[in-house]
């Protein structure tokens, strides 16, 4: 069946720091990507989405590009804030999937320190 | 900007009863799904409903669970004889189309 894998957490850097956070996933055809964000007492929202092969997905600085080659989008940004301390899903809607059913990887930990 | 907003944001139950976890979806969105977190666990799908039917459903979603959209605003997640593993964060999401889904702000349900 389909699912995601991301690289464990936490991830600590320092402000300012280059992030990636790895995702790599498993399913048959072209699914759609996301990334989610969960701020701390908050629920999930969207950050980037990419729906076929070589798409990027951007926002708020963050980036990440569906490689159907190595089936990964990895999360990017170039100079993080304290302010982005998050846990971070990667998930996928398989691409036969009419319903909409999100799979989520097992979210990774973002701690920025200052 | 329309958000996707949950009731109440904290429910504690003893074992056994009935709960229902109110969601109101973003108004001109067509999909509605409801998921869970465990603490310190994956996002996990439970159900999505389209066109006033589940479109599908996990293993999770046994008989003790049941949805509902009783009017055009609300759209409910019952669970009849609540479980000690029923504990957990739940999400109501909302979408225009089968792909990208907005989350409320979850329920954290505390079953005793």
């Known amino acids: 069946g389909n699912s995601v894998t991301q690289m464990e957490g936490p991830v600590t850097l320092s402000e300012e720091a280059f992030l990636t956070i790895n995702c790599t996933y498993t399913a048959t055809g072209y699914p759609s990507l996301f990334w989610y964000v969960q701020y701390p007492g908050e629920g999930l929202q969207l950050l980037l989405k990419?729906?076929?092969?070589?798409d990027k997905g951007s926002n708020k600085g963050f980036e990440a590009t569906y490689r159907k080659e190595t089936t990964s989008f990895h999360l990017e940004k170039g100079s993080v804030q304290v302010s982005d301390s998050a846990v971070y899903f990667c998930?996928?809607?398989?691409?036969?999937?009419?319903?909409?059913?999100?799979?989520f990887g097992q979210g990774t930990e973002l701690s920025v320190k200052p | 900007e329309p958000e996707v907003t949950q009731t109440p944001s904290h429910q504690v139950t003893q074992m056994g009863q009935e709960v229902i976890l109110r969601c109101v979806p973003i108004?001109?969105?067509?999909?509605f799904y409801w998921y869970r977190q465990i603490l310190g666990q994956k996002v996990e799908f439970l159900v999505s409903f389209y066109n006033n039917e589940i479109s599908e459903k996990s293993e999770i979603f046994d008989d003790q669970f049941s949805v509902e959209r009783p009017d055009g605003s609300n759209f409910t997640l019952k669970i009849r004889s609540t479980k000690l593993e029923d504990s957990a964060m739940y999400f109501c999401?909302?979408?225009?189309?089968?792909?990208?889904?907005?989350f409320g702000p979850g329920t954290r349900l505390t079953v005793t």
């Open positions: 999401a909302s979408s225009r189309e089968a792909n990208e889904q907005y």
């Open positions: 990419a729906t076929k092969a070589d």
């Open positions: 108004s001109n969105h067509l999909y």
């Open positions: 998930a996928l809607i398989g691409s036969y999937n009419q319903g909409g059913k999100l799979i």
